[in-house]
């Protein structure tokens, strides 16, 4: 009798919305990062406006950017330093990475400063949050 009162209502209590509602979600970052090559790379001067201009970019609304230069760490294999800039903008999802390549103040940024580098090469990924 306890066992057909029971697992009747089983299921309901598991897949219950209160239930739903208290398993975590797991939640994902876009990374998106661009290194630059100036065509000048003994140029401090520019270097320091490019870095400059790339501030710009942090009037776009998105989850976080961050703006550096190689480290003078011991190489290691596999390490690229051959870089002399790099921006790295983290998106909640890829609608934030579209919103931000088309925007003016992205596409002003490229169209004012692709003279300052030679090659220019970007990387997306997504990952989980744990």
Not at 58 to 71: A, D, M, N, S, Y
């Amino acid at each position: 009798m306890f066992r057909r009162e029971f697992f009747p209502a089983f299921p309901s209590i598991i897949f219950s919305p209160a239930s739903l509602w208290k398993r975590k979600r797991k939640k994902s970052l876009i990374i998106h990062q661009t290194l630059f090559w100036l065509k000048d790379p003994k140029s401090e001067e520019n270097k320091t406006k490019l870095i400059e201009n790339l501030r710009t970019l942090t009037k776009i609304e998105f989850h976080r950017t961050l703006i550096g230069v190689p480290v003078q760490t011991p190489s290691f294999e596999g390490t690229d330093s051959s870089y002399d800039v790099s921006i790295v903008t983290y998106f909640d999802n890829a609608d934030g990475r579209v919103t931000y390549q088309n925007h003016p103040v992205h596409q002003a940024f490229l169209s004012n400063n692709r003279e300052l580098w030679d090659r220019s090469i970007s990387y997306d990924t997504i990952c989980e949050i744990p």
